[in-house]
């Protein structure tokens, strides 16, 4: 099983975006939120190996809840939602982060750093990211590859910064349609353009020879396997 959230862990030092890096230094679960679509759109991009895309039909899609708290004066509060296994948890006083909160899965309770005040709101998110839930560790149930897993999440975190590249560069595509030619006397997005363009066309050969480089991989092990 592959957790989208090691992709994430794999992509974010792929992605120049300082929302993305401050979402993902800050709050996890926002963070995976704004990654989800991303990956989501970049699967297809992945079409190689056979045996590898297959499984990536099979998914578990994120899940999540959020519970909201009157503050009673306490600082443990019993949860009425319960997390899912793996879930990342989150906890809220007066919409700031509380960074000092502590989940005990034990009496599904949160324990706030500090006692929460009659009369102010407090909440609990908590969400699981979701998973390619194939067996990665066969491909057609014919052998095992090693590493096979690690070199699944390098091929979708590369997917996944491709699909967010695509935004980015089609977001300077409107501007620079909205722009006229005096525009461009004081400020030209043109170069800006023209890397984003270069950079998307350099991910996709890269990803496009990772594909192939794992294909060969696979024949060859399986001409071994078998013994021709």
């Known amino acids: 099983m592959i957790t989208n959230k090691s992709i994430y862990a794999r992509a974010i030092y792929l992605i120049d975006d300082p929302d993305i890096s401050n979402a993902y230094a800050n709050n996890i679960i926002q963070f995976q939120k704004i990654m989800y679509p991303f990956l989501e759109n970049?699967?297809?991009?992945?079409?190689?190996?056979?045996?590898?895309?297959?499984?990536?039909?099979?998914?578990?899609?994120?899940?999540?809840?959020?519970?909201?708290?009157?503050?009673?004066?306490e600082s443990t509060y019993v949860l009425s939602v319960t997390p899912l296994e793996n879930s990342d948890i989150v906890a809220y006083v007066n919409n700031t982060i509380d960074t000092?909160?502590?989940?005990?899965?034990?009496?599904?309770?949160?324990?706030?750093?500090?006692?929460?005040?009659?009369?102010?709101?407090?909440?609990?998110?908590?969400?699981?990211?979701?998973?390619?839930?194939?067996?990665?560790?066969?491909?057609?149930g014919k052998f095992p590859l090693n590493s096979l897993e690690q070199r699944v999440i390098d091929l979708l975190a590369?997917?996944?910064?491709?699909?967010?590249?695509?935004?980015?560069?089609?977001?300077?595509?409107?501007?620079?349609?909205?722009?006229?030619?005096?525009?461009?006397?004081?400020?030209?997005?043109?170069a800006s353009l023209r890397a984003k363009t270069d950079w998307v066309k350099e991910l996709r050969l890269e990803i496009f020879n990772l594909q192939n480089k794992l294909d060969w991989d696979l024949r060859n092990q399986n001409r071994s396997y078998y013994g021709y």
Do not use: C, M
């Not at 000092?100 to 609990?124: C, K, Q, R, W």
């Open 158 to 190: 590369r997917a996944t910064v491709i699909s967010w590249a695509d935004k980015e560069r089609n977001f300077l595509l409107d501007i620079r349609n909205l722009l006229n030619d005096t525009d461009f006397q004081l400020h030209s997005p043109a």
């Open 42 to 73: 970049g699967v297809s991009i992945i079409t190689a190996p056979t045996g590898v895309s297959a499984l990536l039909s099979s998914q578990t899609p994120p899940q999540g809840q959020t519970e909201v708290i009157d503050g009673t004066g």
């Open 100 to 140: 000092g909160a502590v989940y005990n899965a034990e009496n599904n309770s949160i324990t706030f750093s500090a006692p929460v005040a009659t009369g102010t709101t407090a909440a609990v998110e908590w969400y699981y990211g979701g998973a390619f839930t194939g067996d990665f560790s066969t491909v057609n």
